[in-house]
Nanobody, 127 residues
Framework: QVQVVESGGGSVQAGGSLRLSCAVS????????MGWFRQAPGKEREGVAS????????YYADSVEGRFTISEDNVKNTLYLQMSSLKPEDTATYYC????????????????????WGQGTVVTVSS
């Protein structure tokens, strides 16, 4: 079993930055692919970024490419999402996700591939 807990959400003005954190604990052998999804009110869930554990390949949604950076701290078992140049359309609940399988190229299109989800952290970007 794996536990996933996000933190770092909040309110920021457009153009600002936030860093989300995701603490992962439990059976770390079940952690190979980690990432972030988000869901805005009234919209479908959207894959934001993913990373192979150990500093492997990363994938980003086109909507955040160049503005968001996913990273990990293996010592702390923590995943991060650095968000810069935030836009009002980035407003959503952000979820940290983990799975035992390796990240595929289409992983951001397949939320059901992730077995473990956090409770979410809310990001609000005002114009």
């Amino acid at each position: 079993q794996v536990q996933v807990v996000e933190s770092g959400g909040g309110s920021v003005q457009a153009g600002g930055s936030l860093r989300l954190s995701c603490a992962v604990s439990g059976n770390m052998r079940s952690v190979n692919c980690m990432g972030w999804f988000r869901q805005a009110p009234g919209k479908e869930r959207e894959g934001v970024a993913s990373m192979q554990v150990g500093g492997g390949v990363t994938y980003y949604a086109d909507s955040v490419e160049g503005r968001f950076t996913i990273s990990e701290d293996n010592v702390k078992n923590t995943l991060y999402l650095q968000m810069s140049s935030l836009k009002p359309e980035d407003t959503a609940t952000y979820y940290c996700v983990v799975d035992s399988r390796y990240c595929s190229r289409t992983v951001l299109k397949r939320p059901s591939d992730f077995a473990y989800w956090g409770q979410g952290t809310v990001v609000t970007v005002s114009s």
